[in-house]
């Protein structure tokens, strides 16, 4: 019986943590999808940073919270920018 307990004890604990921290769960929308007027741009530099880390590869969809769909521009994008110089392809400079 005592090892029982300390094993749901622990599930409860592991529980807690994973709770810990988050807040209520809240579903992303993608950006695109909820502004049709909104244009992705490979050409503004400002635009293409969010979308790229400072390592300059690309963020995946569960950071940047857009659709299938529009992911794939984001990522047509990118590479796009890439080319033109206007986003690195890597940065050397960053430990
Ligand atoms: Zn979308």
């Known amino acids: ?7 749901d004890k622990d599930k ?3 529980n807690k943590k994973k709770m810990m921290g988050r807040g209520p769960i809240r579903k992303k929308t993608c950006r695109f999808c909820a502004d049709k007027n909104l244009r ?3 050409k503004s530099t400002q635009q293409m940073g969010l979308y790229i880390t400072e390592r ?4 995946p969809r569960r950071f940047t919270g857009a659709c299938a769909k529009h992911q794939r521009d984001i990522t047509l994008a ?3 920018a890439r080319i033109l110089a206007v986003v690195p392809f890597t940065s050397t400079q960053v430990i």
């Not at 019986?1 to 094993?7: C, E, F, L, T, V």
């Open 40 to 42: 992705l741009d490979y």
């Open 1 to 7: 019986m005592p090892r029982r307990m300390i094993k």
């Open 12 to 14: 409860e604990r592991h």
């Open 56 to 59: 300059g590869k690309i963020l």
């Open 78 to 80: 990118v590479k796009r």
